[in-house]
């Protein structure tokens, strides 16, 4: 099913929003309580800041970074499509936990400044590209390279923004 990366970025900022705001509620009504009970009002804030809370809210830079190193992690087989967690971390490789997305064979990508073989699989941005075609579909490919590229920033096509970013 076509998924647009930005709907998904949008429903999990909304999602992250409740428990951030809860949690620091949470941490203030602790802190007054101390505050009151040792009676520091008058040296004592028991307001907390949103960098203090420990739950992070949806951060698109950090999160879309965060799903091109997944991407690479899948490149090269350490995860899977498939399978949840961790899969590959040593020992006996077994190709057959990737179906939906098969890894890089010997676990060598190319890593250019620019596109030497149009569509190779063993370059990285291409790899990339179909990575997000085969998750996302084929459908909302181009908009969801304009998005990752939009969030990395820099000019040039999406695809030699994100060819930058490997570099």
């Not at 091109?68 to 949840?84: H, K, N, P, Q, W």
């Not at 040593?90 to 997305?101: E, L």
């Not at 998750?135 to 969030?151: F, M, R, S």
């Amino acid at each position: 099913m076509p998924t647009l990366i930005k709907d998904k970025f949008e429903a999990w900022e909304k999602e992250a929003q409740d428990p951030f705001d809860q949690l620091k509620a949470n941490e203030e009504e602790l802190n007054k309580i101390f505050i009151d009970l040792y009676g520091l009002q008058d040296e004592l804030d028991y307001h907390v800041e949103d960098k203090d809370v420990s739950v992070s809210l949806a951060d698109r830079e950090r999160d879309i970074k965060s799903l091109i190193s997944y991407a690479v992690g899948c490149m090269f087989g350490r995860y899977s499509l498939d399978e949840e967690g961790l899969v590959f971390a040593g020992g006996q490789f077994d190709m057959g936990h990737y179906s939906k997305f098969k890894p890089d064979v010997d676990n060598i990508l190319l890593l250019t400044d620019d596109e030497f073989f149009q569509n190779d699989e063993t370059d990285i941005t291409n790899k990339f590209v179909n990575f997000v075609s085969v998750v996302y579909g084929k459908e909302t490919l181009e908009d969801n390279l304009q998005y990752i590229a939009e969030t990395l920033g820099g000019s040039g096509t999406s695809r030699a923004i994100i060819r930058k970013y490997f570099v």
